[in-house]
């Protein structure tokens, strides 16, 4: 049974489909169709587990939130209304509301803050603010320039300014020079026409305003400058053959006399200008360098100043270069006074080289012709006419004395052009002897005596000291303006840094207020007040350099190359503190080292000296008097003037009638506003009566002078000065491009 059973069961395993007999293939088939039933029904119910188990995922990963969905979800109503207030949607964008609103807020705010004052200003009605009260030099100058008014001679324009004046002189020159020598300026109280000190003046007047042509613009006195400088001009233009190109005399004076004349003319006699009928000569010269090197100074500035007008600058120049080959010519060299008595009694010429170089840089300025600069540049004339002496009768400028205002005047050409070579040599040195000249003025080198009350005593204590301070003035008060102008804050006296600033004091100390000297080292004697012992071999030294006899030649002090107020080659600027003031600049030339070494081991204070100081000239004098006719309260009434002490009662006196008014002891009856005196004497004192003529008469270049240094001193119109229009006329420095090659030709 067993082995039966176990056969069935091996045979079963080996044919399960037939298992109750029939055909195998049969059995097979519907095996298959089973098997292959129920696999499907399995797969089907695998599908829908997985598909269910997918969509059981997906549905999960959809519902999975981040915190800030989650926190929208689970928040309740109100916070989520809150959240939602947060943020403007500005369309593009959303912002926050916070944001939003702060911008819009300073939008608004700045609206009200700039905006709408702005808006409220330019809608009200304008209304011109109210200009600063002029200072005294503004009136000053008002009443300065009115004394050229009261001294024209010739027919008067119709507003003449002065009352009292009228038509004279004119029959001057007549017959014996063509067309006559009408027109021009009486010199002082005397009824001369001195063309020397005339043409002098014009070209301090034509100076003055080509520097500061703005000031005067600013106080409404441009144009009646201009007209006073060309009732000038065109009388100078009158004083040689203008038409001719070869020259052989000029007329050097009209009218005049001796002291001691007994004839009628115009020392003897005294009459107004309107009344006079005596013979008037007219002193010709066929030898004058001197003269005629500064009438074409005064036509060649003149001829800067009317650059607007074409034609007049061009005649101008036209006169000026006509008459350079006239006073060149050796054969003419001489002194226009040599000879002339009545010359010598009142502007007796000392030199003629420094009119030289004073002519040949006003005609370079004005033609741009190199010729000209050329020959001031020139190391003989210089020497000739002494401008490196260091002699301190030659740094006082006036009609006498031209060298400090043509080294001035060339120093201008480095300052701001910068030359260079073959210029650069001459050039420096009258920028080193102008820094000395600058030094020389100032109080603690002792080289000029000073009065009690201030006034210094550039003239060595002769009559009319107040014509050489306000000269003296305006050149220290223009270096001043060129150093600053160029961003320099100052200049050296010896191993002593002075300020800009100490220059403008010195002006403002004899024209007006307070000054302040810094001084960190010790001050170097200057030439003429003793031999300093740092000086070997008996050297004398200018607070610059040891030398000989000339300006740069010798040891330089303490081996160190120092050299006053030139500042083109820069070696070091070194910025300190010093107690007083918080800062100092000092520039040296050559040796940075000692220069450091100087500064820092010498921290002294400053020495300040009294501020405040108000004008002496205006007022500010031991006797509280104004020397300018007019300006304030006391002023000169005895003024040694012939029209003003005379009555302008339409009545004509004769030549010794009018002597009664000279001697009255009785105050003029015609004030001649404007004339600044001769002045007071060493002492301060000042007698104002009419015979002391040294103190009490007036001159042309004395107030030439006066109104030169109070326009460079007023604030009306700034502090600037007018770099350009001196150099419209020079030429550009760099070399002219060479000609264009010419056209190739196969």
């Not at 943020?87 to 700039?114: A, D, E, H, K």
């Not at 004076?253 to 003897?268: F, H």
């Not at 005609?363 to 260091?390: D, E, M, R």
């Not at 100052?490 to 024209?511: E, H, I, N, R």
Request: hydrophobic share 35%; glycine share 8%; net charge positive.
């Amino acid at each position: 049974k067993t082995y039966s059973f176990n056969l069935k069961r091996l045979f079963q395993e080996m044919h399960p489909g037939n298992l109750w007999g029939g055909r195998l293939d049969a059995i097979d088939s519907d095996r298959a169709e089973a098997e292959e039933e129920e696999r499907r029904r399995n797969m089907t119910e695998w599908d829908r587990g997985a598909l269910h188990s997918q969509q059981l995922s997906a549905e999960h990963q959809r519902n999975q939130l981040d915190e800030t969905q989650q926190g929208w979800l689970l928040a309740p109503q109100d916070s989520w209304k809150k959240k939602r207030k947060k943020y403007v949607n500005l369309g593009c964008i959303s912002v926050s509301r916070t944001v939003f609103m702060w911008t819009v807020g300073s939008i608004v705010v700045l609206f009200l803050v700039v905006a709408l004052p702005i808006i409220i200003v330019k809608s009200l009605p304008r209304h011109k603010s109210t200009p600063p009260p002029p200072d005294n030099y503004t009136l000053a100058i008002h009443k300065a320039i009115q004394f050229f008014d009261a001294q024209k001679s010739g027919k008067l324009p119709k507003n003449n300014r002065v009352s009292w004046r009228g038509d004279s002189g004119l029959k001057d020159g007549l017959p014996d020079v063509v067309g006559g020598l009408v027109g021009g300026y009486y010199d002082g109280g005397s009824n001369t026409k001195f063309h020397f000190p005339m043409a002098f003046s014009m070209t301090m007047l034509s100076w003055s305003l080509i520097e500061y042509s703005q000031k005067f613009k600013a106080i409404n006195e441009y144009d009646h400058m201009r007209d006073v400088l060309k009732w000038g001009t065109d009388y100078l233009l009158l004083t040689f053959n203008n038409s001719a190109t070869r020259l052989d005399h000029i007329y050097a004076q009209v009218g005049g006399g001796l002291r001691d004349s007994e004839s009628p003319d115009d020392i003897y006699c005294w009459q107004r200008p309107e009344d006079m009928s005596y013979d008037r000569p007219v002193i010709s010269l066929t030898t004058a360098t001197d003269l005629g090197a500064e009438v074409a100074s005064a036509l060649a500035a003149a001829s800067i100043v009317f650059n607007d007008k074409p034609t007049y600058a061009k005649k101008l120049k036209k006169g000026a270069e006509t008459l350079w080959p006239f006073f060149r010519n050796k054969n003419r060299r001489k002194r226009y006074s040599d000879g002339q008595p009545m010359i010598q009694a009142f502007y007796n010429s000392t030199s003629m080289f420094d009119e030289l170089m004073w002519a040949g840089a006003w005609l370079y300025y004005a033609t741009g012709n190199q010729t000209y600069i050329q020959f001031a540049t020139n190391p003989s004339v210089p020497k000739t006419a002494k401008a490196f002496a260091n002699q301190p009768e030659l740094m006082v400028p006036s009609w006498n004395n031209k060298l400090p205002g043509a080294m001035l005047l060339m120093t201008r050409y480095r300052l701001f052009l910068n030359p260079g070579f073959p210029y650069e040599n001459m050039l420096s040195r009258y920028h080193n002897a102008t820094g000395v000249t600058m030094c020389a003025y100032l109080k603690q080198y002792n080289v000029f005596n000073r009065t009690s009350g201030g006034l210094i005593q550039l003239n060595m204590g002769k009559p009319r000291p107040l014509e050489y301070v306000a000269h003296a003035s305006f050149l220290a008060s223009l270096f001043a303006d060129y150093l600053n102008s160029t961003g320099v804050p100052g200049w050296y006296c010896g191993p002593t840094f002075v300020s800009t600033q100490v220059l403008k004091d010195f002006a403002k100390s004899q024209l007006g207020s307070s000054f302040r000297f810094f001084s960190p080292t010790p001050a170097v004697p200057l030439a003429g007040v003793g031999e300093p012992p740092i000086c070997e071999k008996k050297l004398w030294c200018y607070g610059l350099w040891c030398g000989d006899d000339d300006l740069g030649k010798g040891l330089p002090v303490e081996s160190a190359s120092w050299e006053v107020g030139a500042f083109r080659s820069v070696a070091a600027v070194a910025s300190v503190e010093l107690a007083v003031p918080k800062w100092w600049i000092g520039v040296c030339l050559g040796s940075a080292s000692l220069l450091l070494s100087r500064l820092l081991s010498s921290r002294q204070p400053a020495s300040v000296f009294p501020k405040s100081r108000i004008d002496y000239i205006l007022g500010d004098n031991p006797l509280k008097m104004s020397y300018i006719v007019g300006f304030g309260k006391k002023f000169p009434r005895h003024v040694y003037h012939r029209g003003a002490t005379i009555p302008n009662d339409k009545k004509r006196r004769s030549c010794r009638e009018g002597l009664k008014y000279r001697d009255t002891k009785n105050p003029n009856p015609n004030n001649i506003t404007g004339a600044m005196v001769g002045g007071p004497n060493k002492s301060d004192q000042f007698h104002d009566i009419r015979s002391n003529y040294n103190a009490s008469e007036p001159t042309m270049s004395g107030n030439a002078g006066i109104v030169a240094a109070l326009i460079s001193l007023t604030s009306s119109g700034g502090y600037q000065i007018d770099k350009n229009t001196m150099f419209n006329g020079v030429p550009p420095l760099y070399p002219p491009a060479p000609p264009s090659p010419k056209a190739w030709k196969p």
